[in-house]
C-alpha cells in the first residue's frame, strides 16, 4: 500500500477567513434585530412584533449572513504549500522567434 502524501497547503486561508468572520457577524446582527417585540403586560397586544426591523430587515440580514458565509466556504483557496509551490512550474511568456 502506498499512502498518498497530503500538501501543507490549508483549506482556508486569511481571505476565507475574514469572509467567514463577516457573515458569522452579519447572521447573528439579524439574530439580534429579531429578539423581542414583547409587551410589558401579557394581557396588552404589542403591534412591535409587526415591525419592519424584525419582519423585513431582521431576516434578510440572516440570509445575507449566510450567503456571505456559503462563498467563504466556495470560494477558491489561493494558498498553496511549499512543495506545489517548487513543483509548479512558472509561467513565462513565449518569444517569438524572428
Known amino acids: 500500500m502506498h499512502k498518498k502524501q497530503q500538501g501543507d497547503a490549508l483549506l482556508f486561508d486569511r ?8 457573515g458569522l457577524v452579519v447572521t447573528a446582527l439579524g439574530f439580534l434585530l429579531m429578539i423581542g417585540g414583547g409587551s ?4 396588552a397586544f404589542s403591534d412591535a412584533i409587526f415591525n419592519f426591523r424584525r ?9 445575507a449572513g ?25 509561467r513565462s511568456t513565449p518569444s517569438k522567434k524572428k
Do not use: F
Not at 15 to 22: D, G, N, Q, R, S
Not at 40 to 43: A, H, I, R, V, Y
Open 15 to 22: 481571505h476565507k477567513y475574514t469572509w467567514l468572520i463577516i
Open 40 to 43: 410589558e403586560d401579557p394581557s
Open 55 to 63: 419582519l423585513t430587515l431582521a431576516p434578510l440580514l440572516v440570509l
Open 66 to 90: 449566510y450567503g456571505i458565509q456559503i462563498y467563504a466556504i466556495m470560494k477558491k483557496t489561493t494558498n498553496l504549500s511549499e512543495k506545489e509551490k517548487q513543483e509548479k512550474p512558472a
